[in-house]
Each structure stands twice: as C-alpha cells, then as structure tokens.
C-alpha cells in the first residue's frame, strides 16, 4: 500500500485498518511530520505492524517531531522500517528508541554525518547506509570500520560506502579511508604538541643555561668585534704585563702577597685585576676580553677556589681563544694549593689541557723557598714581555 498525505489535514483512526496485516506500507508524509505531529501518530498507529514491512519517503524529520509518530512505530512492534529521502540532521535520535526493529533501511537520503554519540536500536540486526552522501568524519570512519561489525550486518557490504567529503578523501571507500591524528583528536593533540614545544623550550633553556650558552654566544659576538676593529700594533695596545686570573677567594693572596711583590720590586710589572682596572658600567666580557688583550700574558691563580668559579672559566675560555687565533703560547700558571687533574671538574677541559701541556709554578709553603719562586715567576714573565715584543 502507498499512501501521499503531503496534504493532508484530518485523519479517521482505524482508516488503515484491515482484516489481514498489509505486508508493505509506504507512507510520503512530505512536511506532515513538522506540520501535525498528532495526525502522523494517527496513521502509524494503525500501519505500524509487526508483520508489516514500513516505509516512510520524502519527510522532513527533526528529533523534536518524531518523538510522539515514532512511539506508536515502536508500540506497534515495527521489526522492518525504511527511510528514504529523508531530511534530518539527527537520525540516532529518531530511532534510537526503536527497540523492536531488525532492520533499518537509511539509503538514499542526504545524511550529513554520523554523530559521535550516534544510538543504534538494541535489537538491530540489519542496517543499509548505501547511497548517502557522506561526510567522513572520525566518527563515521571509526564506527564503519571498527564498530559497525560488531553491531549489525550490513545488507550491501561496507565496501559500497564511499566518501563526499571532506575533499581529500572524495571518491574514497570509506572502508579505506584514513584521517591524522590532528583531523581526529584535535584539541588533544594541539594539547600534546603545546606541552612538546613547551618542554623542548623548557629542555633547551635548561641546557644552555648549564652549559652557558647564552654567555659564550655574547663572549663570541665580542670577540669578533674585537677582531674587526683596526689593527694595532702590539706595541701599542698593550698595557700590562699580565692579566690575573683568580677566584674571589684568592683575593687576599693576590692582593697582599702577588701584587705588592711584583709591582712594588725592580723590575715592577704591571698587573691587571679585575676589581682594579675593569671600567664601572661596562659589560664584563668587554672588560675580561679587553684586559686580556692589553696584556702580554694571563697569570692563573689556581686553587680548588678556581676550578669551581664560573667567571673563571670563562677567563680561561677566552684567553683560550686567543691562544689559538694569534698562536701564541701567553698562559703563565701558578699553583697555589695542590690539586689533583683527576678532580677538576669537566667543565674545566681547557685547565686540564694546558695544565698537560705547560709547565706551572706551586707556591711553596716552606719560607726559604718563596725566593726561588718570585724569581722563577719574574723570568717566566720577562720572556712572556720579550716574547710578545
């Protein structure tokens, strides 16, 4: 039987009811179900049969609209029912609550989506999805990939499903079809690579904060400056004799002992110390590298103090560099306290480096020896002068 009741405006209840069940109804409802909710559930309550195969064609259906015509489908005990050329946007609302019905025909309608809290009758056996156009999201791809064979059987096969959208996969079986994990689980995964770059910034500040990489990047940035600027005769530029490196803790050492002994003697020597001659207001490195430039020689003061002072090592570094640029040997070393090359911490490689390869003065604890040592310290630094001149 099929019935068009696009116009229709009364209906007579039992107007559909016949001695024997009908096997097939076909109901063009047309906008009947926004129209008159009441006058639908009239017609179904008197087709929806058991035995009686439904079909409801060209409805526009809303979930609001077919909550009372859908009841009496599902009172009626409806096993078979079929929409086709149906308008909606929430289909698993509209028959979700069909618990009686063993098969769901839902070809040929312009289903956008399937919802990711899509709701499938329990009793469910047989589903047809076939000629729809269909937006394949995750959910949709998830559920006819994964879940749907757990559920029913689809009458047509899953490989007749084919993709409308989204364009990069258009024409593609949706069996075959395959999303990134961003165009599934956006919001988790912009979460993840957030917390990513956050932690390898994170990561990255750690690593050059231990190992100083800002710091040697300024050192090095000044240290080309320096080298750009217009030659000068050595002659010229130097200053001192020496540049003294040494830990704060050394400070009465060099203060009270080194300086007074070299600079207040014949020949005097001119020293270089940081508290002394580095100029207020400017950058440390530009008065470390200045000094160590103006200087015929650096003199490192070392101490178990001295392999653990930062600025130290950075003295060292760059007097390093020059060693190597102008290939000239101008570390003078004075050992003030024995300290064993195993403990120098690693950090400190260029210590170990020139500590093998020169030789270095130990200030002696013995009173009668400090003598040889003054005099051994003065000749190391004529020849360093001689040497530069």
């Not at 068009?4 to 039992?14: D, F």
């Not at 024409?171 to 395959?178: L, R, S």
């Not at 020139?354 to 003065?378: G, I």
Request: glycine share 4%.
């Amino acid at each position: 039987m099929v019935f068009h009741g696009s116009n229709l405006k009364s209906y007579e209840e039992g107007s559909f009811s016949t001695v024997k069940p009908i096997g097939s109804v076909t109901l063009s409802l047309h906008n009947l179900f926004l129209k008159d909710q009441t006058l639908v559930s009239k017609i179904l309550h008197d087709v929806s049969k058991k035995e009686t195969s439904l079909i409801i064609s060209d409805a526009k259906i809303n979930s609001k609209s077919s909550v009372q015509p859908f009841e009496e489908v599902k009172l009626g005990g409806t096993a078979v029912l079929t929409l086709r050329n149906i308008t909606t946007t929430d289909e698993e609302v509209t028959v979700a609550r069909l618990n009686n019905l063993n098969a769901l025909d839902l070809s040929y309608n312009t289903f956008i989506d399937m919802p990711e809290d899509c709701v499938w009758p329990a009793g469910l056996s047989f589903l047809n999805l076939s000629q729809n156009n269909f937006v394949c999201t995750c959910e949709f791809v998830a559920f006819l990939q994964h879940d749907v064979e757990k559920l029913v059987k689809l009458q047509d096969g899953p490989d007749s499903y084919v993709c409308d959208s989204p364009l990069t996969l258009r024409g593609n079986m949706v069996q075959n079809a395959q999303l990134s994990l961003f165009e599934c689980h956006m919001i988790p995964a912009i979460s993840i690579l957030c917390a990513g770059i956050f932690l390898t910034i994170l990561l990255l500040g750690f690593t050059c904060h231990k190992l100083h990489v800002l710091w040697y990047l300024r050192m090095t940035w000044a240290w080309i400056q320096a080298k750009r600027r217009p030659a000068v005769s050595r002659s010229e530029s130097v200053r001192y004799d020496a540049f003294v490196s040494y830990s704060e803790h050394d400070a009465e050492w060099v203060e009270e002992v080194l300086v007074p002994e070299l600079e207040g003697n014949q020949p005097p020597f001119a020293l270089c110390l940081h508290k002394r001659d580095f100029q207020p207001g400017r950058w440390i490195v530009d008065n470390i590298i200045d000094c160590i430039e103006k200087s015929h020689c650096t003199l490192y003061v070392l101490s178990e103090h001295f392999v653990t002072s930062e600025w130290c090592r950075y003295e060292l570094d760059f007097s390093h560099f020059r060693l190597i640029d102008e290939k000239n040997d101008s570390a003078v070393l004075i050992l003030l306290e024995p300290i064993e090359k195993e403990t120098i911490p690693k950090r400190f490689c260029k210590l170990r480096k020139v500590m093998n390869s020169k030789t270095y003065l130990e200030w002696p604890e013995e009173e009668e020896k400090r003598a040889e040592f003054w005099h051994n310290l003065k000749a190391v630094l004529q020849r360093e002068e001689s040497s530069a001149d």
